[in-house]
């Protein structure tokens, strides 16, 4: 490469990086500072440094970890019912179906709507006299958003019927690049279509699925717009996620610092899940 051409490549390169500096790397540092310091938020300039303590105070605080208790509960219930969907409607619709573009359609649009659409219309469904507490008010006793063991649950199922969509629209794809060779090799060595899918299939839809536990794993942990909207963080409390609780400490609290600590504490949270992801899943890739 001559100079003539790096030259190029970096002013091609510069806006890019221009908008990484300004919307990335400044707030990601400037949280870091804030979060060493008691944040004075009228006046900056008179905030007080207090090393980690933010960090310390954070780990003896029953909000900080009933909030990340009610996360990783999010994540758990979540994420495997979204990727087990996704899986089978994208192995279901791959088939030669009658109506199979109408049903991609069907099932892909929820996910343009946006979080308030999506939380009105589930809130019409789990209201008094909804369809849910209508055909299930016996086992809700009233709005499941209104009850304490229920109102996660509810949070989980308006989800994944609101995400599902694109994460099969990403599997679906996968199993489009699976060479239809390898099916007609294993139809002829009498391979019926649980092996098909445990040795060829699944193995060649592997870098699909890990994009989508890890990029759905990191999304989950960073749920705010349902439980903001549909249950305010209720009741008592089970519904309150760990960036909802940093909402609160930021825009209602003004503890700004501790805020940013929390912050902090959820990027490490989500660096080390992916990791565990990476290597759980993607470990013997080429």
């Not at 019912?81 to 009658?98: C, E, P, R």
């Not at 573009?101 to 939380?119: G, K």
């Not at 699925?209 to 249950?231: E, N």
Request: aromatic fraction near 16%.
């Amino acid at each position: 490469m001559d100079t003539r051409d790096a030259v190029a490549g970096v002013l091609f390169a510069l806006p890019y990086l221009a908008l990484f500096t300004v919307f990335l790397l400044y707030p990601l540092v400037k949280g870091l500072y804030m979060s060493l310091f008691e944040w004075n938020f009228l006046t900056p300039s008179k905030s007080e440094f207090v090393g980690l303590q933010n960090y310390a105070y954070l780990l003896q605080d029953p909000n900080f970890w009933n909030a990340l208790f009610n996360t990783v509960e999010f994540v758990v219930l979540t994420v495997p019912l979204i990727v087990i969907l996704s899986l089978v409607l994208a192995l279901g619709l791959n088939k030669q179906l009658t109506g199979k573009r109408v049903l991609q359609f069907v099932y892909f649009s929820p996910y343009v709507l946006t979080v308030s659409v999506v939380a009105i219309v589930w809130e019409q469904m789990f209201a008094q006299g909804g369809v849910f507490t209508h055909y299930l008010g016996w086992l809700f006793q009233g709005s499941p958003l209104n009850s304490e063991f229920w109102a996660m649950p509810a949070l989980v199922v308006t989800t994944a019927w609101w995400q599902t969509g694109f994460y099969f629209a990403v599997l679906l794809a996968a199993r489009q690049n699976v060479p239809e060779t390898l099916y007609e090799a294993a139809r002829l060595d009498g391979a019926g279509p649980w092996r098909t899918l445990r040795d060829i299939t699944l193995p060649h839809m592997k870098n699909g699925l890990l994009f989508v536990v890890i990029a759905s794993t990191i999304f989950q942990f960073q749920v705010f717009g349902q439980p903001f909207l549909m249950t305010e963080g209720g009741p008592v409390g089970s519904t309150q996620t760990l960036v909802l609780y940093l909402y609160e400490l930021g825009f209602q609290t003004r503890e700004l610092g501790f805020g940013a600590a929390v912050g902090y504490t959820l990027l490490i949270v989500l660096v080390s899940i992916s990791l565990l992801n990476y290597y759980l899943l993607g470990v013997g890739d080429e």
